[in-house]
């Protein structure tokens, strides 16, 4: 999962660098729909992940919370 995470990030970084780019030079029109459709496609699989993340972490820390309890603290 962590090596997916760093896929994510390492395109996400492309993405931002190819966009600023785009801005700096003038690129304009269809570049820039096409910019801003990544752009929404990056904010969903964000999403995606965060959410899925978000399950397994809780599941981490019931475990945690439950051994806690099975020892008396």
Same mark, same amino acid.
């Given at each position: 999962? !962590?090596?997916?995470? &760093?896929?994510?990030?390492?395109?996400?970084?492309?993405?931002? #660098?190819?966009?600023?780019?785009?801005? @700096?030079? #003038?690129?304009? +029109?269809?570049?820039?729909? &096409?910019?801003? /459709?990544?752009?929404? $496609? /990056?904010?969903?699989?964000?999403?995606? @992940?965060? !959410?899925? $993340? #978000?399950?397994? /972490?809780?599941?981490?820390?019931?475990?945690?919370?439950? +051994?806690?309890? #099975?020892?008396?603290?």
């Amino acid at each position: 999962m !962590k090596k997916v995470i &760093e896929l994510v990030l390492l395109w996400v970084r492309w993405i931002a #660098g190819r966009m600023l780019a785009a801005l @700096t030079y #003038g690129v304009r +029109g269809q570049s820039m729909v &096409e910019y801003g /459709i990544v752009v929404a $496609l /990056i904010a969903i699989v964000a999403f995606a @992940t965060i !959410k899925f $993340l #978000g399950q397994g /972490i809780q599941g981490v820390f019931q475990n945690i919370v439950n +051994g806690l309890q #099975g020892i008396g603290i």
